[in-house]
Nanobody
Framework: QVQLVESGGGLVQAGDSLRLSCTAS????????MGWFRQTPGKEREFVAG????????DYADFAEGRFTVSRDNKENTLYLQMRSLTPEDTAVYYC?????????????????WGQGTQVTVYL
């Protein structure tokens, strides 16, 4: 199974931007639909954005539409999430996951592998 490692989280002020990365362990990365999810204590992991294996199909949660951009570089085995206009409500641990579905899916149970997560904290 492909191993995933997220990075790029941090402490930022409201209105700032941040780019998260998710690096995969091998070239099978290019065969997976990839997704970004986030989770806060006591809540379920929620869908943020997803992207198809070739990077031609996308899906976003309503709160992410227009502010976040998901992309991937299959040559570098890396998934990205560019986040703009961050608010304190975006504070969470962000996870990347891989899915064998051919199109982005918003359901966490469709993803079989997860990274360890990266913390994003947004303050006023």
């Amino acid at each position: 199974q492909v191993q995933l490692v997220e990075s790029g989280g941090g402490l930022v002020q409201a209105g700032d931007s941040l780019r998260l990365s998710c690096t995969a362990s091998d070239r099978t990365f290019s065969t997976y639909t990839m997704g970004w999810f986030r989770q806060t204590p006591g809540k379920e992991r929620e869908f943020v954005a997803g992207i198809s294996p070739p990077g031609t199909s996308y899906d976003y949660a309503d709160f992410a539409e227009g502010r976040f951009t998901v992309s991937r570089d299959n040559k570098e085995n890396t998934l990205y999430l560019q986040m703009r206009s961050l608010t304190p409500e975006d504070t969470a641990v962000y996870y990347c996951g891989s899915s064998k579905f051919t199109l982005p899916t918003m359901y966490r149970w469709d993803y079989s592998n997860w990274g360890q997560g990266t913390q994003v904290t947004v303050y006023l």
